[in-house]
């Protein structure tokens, strides 16, 4: 999981260096790669660098974050990023909800 994640992160690297314009897909697939290996470290900052970069952010990307918080036993953080949704469009779901409790319990 570590390894996947090092290949997304190193991915997205170069494709910032390069300039191209990164959109939702790219953070949602290195946010979720962080969820799998729990990172929440590395999936907060990447989350939080979207917000600064006025990305739309989505129900599936902000779970993908929360999850990787609960899984690193971050409730905290966790928390924090179930209030983004609360301050933007965005939609939670039993997911959303899941990992938020599950987050609290660990």
């Known amino acids: 999981l570590q390894h996947a994640l090092d290949v997304a992160l ?3 690297s170069w494709h910032e260096a390069s300039k191209y ?4 897909y790219h953070y949602s697939s290195v946010i979720n ?3 799998r290996a ?3 470290t590395t999936a907060f900052h990447l989350l ?3 917000a600064q970069r ?7 990307i902000i779970n993908s974050a929360i999850t990787a918080c609960e899984r ?3 409730w905290d953080r966790a928390l924090v990023m179930f209030s983004v949704m609360a301050t933007t469009d965005v939609r939670w779901d039993t997911i959303t909800l899941s990992a938020a409790i599950s987050s609290r319990g660990k």
């Open 33 to 35: 790669a962080c969820a």
């Open 21 to 24: 314009e990164l959109n939702l």
């Open 54 to 60: 006025t990305m739309e952010l989505d129900t599936v």
């Open 72 to 74: 690193g036993a971050q």
């Open 10 to 12: 190193l991915a997205l």
């Open 48 to 50: 939080t660098l979207m």
């Open 38 to 40: 729990s990172v929440w």
